[in-house]
């Protein structure tokens, strides 16, 4: 069946510094990808999102392009900021919304 | 403003006791989620439903009971068979067809006393 795997956390990086989360999928044919963002406490917020081979993702400074060759859509950011702080899901799902698959999260902490 | 609510935010529960745990959404979509999330964990399934009057189980269904009578509502019961019910409830919709992401809800932290 379809899968997400994410880089294991914690992570924990210094304000400014950059960010990069990986995840790689297995899909049968042509799934969209998507980073959410969860909070404590707090439910998950679609962070961004891409539907096709070569399509990069962008929002509040994170970006992650949908590489098809390589399973891959790796989340970026240039420098983190303290209010980063949080748990980030990659998740897939094919094209009737069926399978929706999350990856086991990556928590990240930047310190000041 | 669209979005989805749940509630209540916090819920305390005797042992032995049934629950339910309240989810509406006014984005018209056709599918609707619950997940269950432990301390430190991911998501895990528990039912879904993409269409009114329908719902399959997920991966940890046991314990569990859902309804959908109404397009925007899917209230999710946990029942005194669930044995350790005490974590943090997700729910969720999407439009069924299309590249569409899932919207969440705020969440609902349930703990058995």
């Known amino acids: 069946g379809d899968s997400v795997t994410q880089m294991e956390g914690p992570v924990t990086l210094s304000e400014e510094a950059c960010l990069t989360i990986?995840?790689?999928?297995?899909?049968?044919?042509?799934?969209?990808l998507f980073w959410y963002v969860q909070y404590p406490g707090e439910g998950l917020q679609l962070l961004l999102k891409?539907?096709?081979?070569?399509d990069k993702g962008s929002n509040k400074g994170f970006e992650a392009t949908y590489r098809k060759e390589t399973t891959s859509f790796h989340l970026e950011k240039g420098s983190v900021q303290v209010s980063d702080s949080a748990v980030y899901f990659c998740a897939l799902s094919g094209y009737y919304g069926q399978n929706f698959v999350f990856g086991p999260g990556t928590r990240l902490s930047v310190l000041p | 403003d669209g979005g989805i609510t749940q509630s209540p935010k916090y819920l305390f529960r005797k042992e032995g006791q049934n629950v339910t745990l309240s989810c509406e959404q006014n984005?018209?979509?056709?599918?609707m989620y619950w997940y269950r999330q432990d301390p430190g964990q991911g998501l895990r399934l528990i039912y879904y439903?993409?269409?009114?009057?329908?719902?399959q189980k997920g991966d940890i269904a046991e314990g569990y009971s859902v309804s959908r009578e109404k397009k925007e509502s899917f209230p999710l019961t946990v029942t005194s068979a669930q044995k350790n019910p005490t974590a943090f409830y997700l729910c969720a919709s999407t439009r069924s067809r299309g590249h569409n992401e899932q919207f969440f809800g705020p969440g609902t932290r349930l703990t058995v006393l």
């Open positions: 439903s993409q269409i009114v009057n329908d719902f």
């Open positions: 891409a539907t096709k081979a070569d």
């Open positions: 990986n995840c790689t999928y297995t899909a049968t044919g042509y799934p969209s």
């Open positions: 984005l018209n979509h056709d599918a």
